[in-house]
């Protein structure tokens, strides 16, 4: 379930929205903050993982008789693959991502 956020949010539970500062200096919440960072590093994975397949890791060798199984978990393996790289540091690229969309989004925290 999506959380709608900003001054077109309706009420919940009779409660008045949280107000929100827009524009330049609007800061972000811990939670959005956590959901940059979470959409930067599921972006580094994906990329993470097409690399990995364009460098043919996973491909099926034919040593267990190759097929259609293999190939279709191949991608799978990538893919987990390049979420366990990211959660070890990956290459910079989420944190670069995470950056630039606090600084976009107004925040003036985004170096933390």
């Known amino acids: 379930m999506s959380q709608i956020s900003g001054p077109a949010a309706p009420a919940l539970n ?6 929100r500062a827009t524009g330049p200096a609007a800061d972000l919440t811990a ?8 959409v930067a590093q599921e972006l580094e994975a994906t990329f993470l993982a097409e690399m990995l397949k364009q460098a043919r890791f996973g ?3 034919c040593a267990f ?6 190939e279709q978990f191949a991608s799978i393996l990538r893919q987990q693959h390049a979420e366990a790289l ?19 989004s107004g925040d003036p925290g985004h170096d933390t």
Do not use: K, T, Y
């Not at 008789?65 to 293999?70: D, L, N, R, S, T």
């Open 31 to 38: 939670q959005d903050r956590q959901r940059l960072r979470d």
């Open 65 to 70: 008789g190759g097929g259609a199984g293999e």
């Open 59 to 61: 491909e099926a060798r």
């Open 86 to 104: 990211v959660a070890n540091g990956g290459i910079g690229l989420a944190e670069s991502i995470f950056h630039a969309l606090a600084a976009r």
């Open 14 to 19: 009779g409660a008045a929205p949280e107000p």
